[in-house]
């Protein structure tokens, strides 16, 4: 079974904070996703990247960036986080050439 | 970008009833038709995908259906469950593995 973990489920933060959340794939997929969902606008995507070092913008991106040093795992900072940063982070991730995302459980994040 | 938009945003049945989420795209490069699950505090999961050379494929009681010249895609649930209770997302894909989702459908099947 495709096993993709993020480092916290729920994280506060203070407005103006770094904030780092983590996803760690264990199926050596290429392609690894960072979205926000927030009810009624569906899974928004934030940056996705296609390999290691690799990352390109999504719908939404500004106010974050990635970084991913490893294969395995892909990282979203909030440089500053602000209130409109609240919602709930999902990371997914798929093989090369395939289109199945799988996705980690979440991470709830509040910025006050 | 793609445009997605799926309706109905809130659908209501009662157990054993049909149920039909339609999903519209702008994107005619589009080549792969998904729909995810969500249950209540659960991460989305597929359920059933169909690519473009493709017109509908079934798995059980659930079922896609693929209008590429129309750019709309359908899902279809028959003999409804209080279990298919959750949001559904279609998700168009394109270039990279990349998926555009729609806005969700809650469904809710009353026993």
């Known amino acids: 079974d495709v096993k993709v973990t993020q480092s916290s489920r729920y994280l506060v933060k203070r407005t103006g904070e770094k904030v780092f959340l983590e996803c760690v794939q264990d199926m050596d997929h290429e392609n690894m996703f960072w979205y926000r969902q927030d009810p009624g606008l569906g899974l928004r995507l934030i940056y996705f990247s296609y390999d290691v070092k690799m990352k390109e913008k999504g719908d939404i991106p500004e106010g974050y960036s990635v970084s991913r040093e490893k294969k395995e795992r892909f990282s979203l900072i909030l440089e500053s986080a602000s209130t409109n940063q609240t919602s709930m982070y999902l990371c997914?991730?798929?093989?090369?050439?395939?289109?199945?995302?799988?996705f980690g459980p979440g991470t709830r994040l509040t910025v006050t | 970008g793609e445009n997605v938009e799926q309706h109905p945003s809130t659908l209501s049945v009662q157990e054993g009833d049909s149920a039909v989420i339609k999903c519209t795209y702008s994107?005619?490069?589009?080549?792969?038709f998904p729909w995810y699950k969500q249950e209540l505090g659960k991460r989305p999961q597929l359920i059933i995908d169909?690519?473009?050379?493709?017109g509908e494929k079934k798995d059980q009681r659930i079922a896609v259906t693929l209008n590429k010249t129309a750019k709309h895609f359908s899902l279809h649930i028959t003999e409804t469950q209080p279990e298919d209770s959750a949001v559904y997302f279609c998700a168009p894909g394109g270039s990279y593995g990349k998926l555009t989702f729609g806005q969700g459908t809650i469904l809710t099947v009353h026993p």
């Open positions: 994107d005619s490069a589009s080549n792969y």
């Open positions: 169909i690519r473009s050379n493709v």
């Open positions: 997914a991730s798929s093989q090369q050439l395939r289109y199945e995302q799988y």
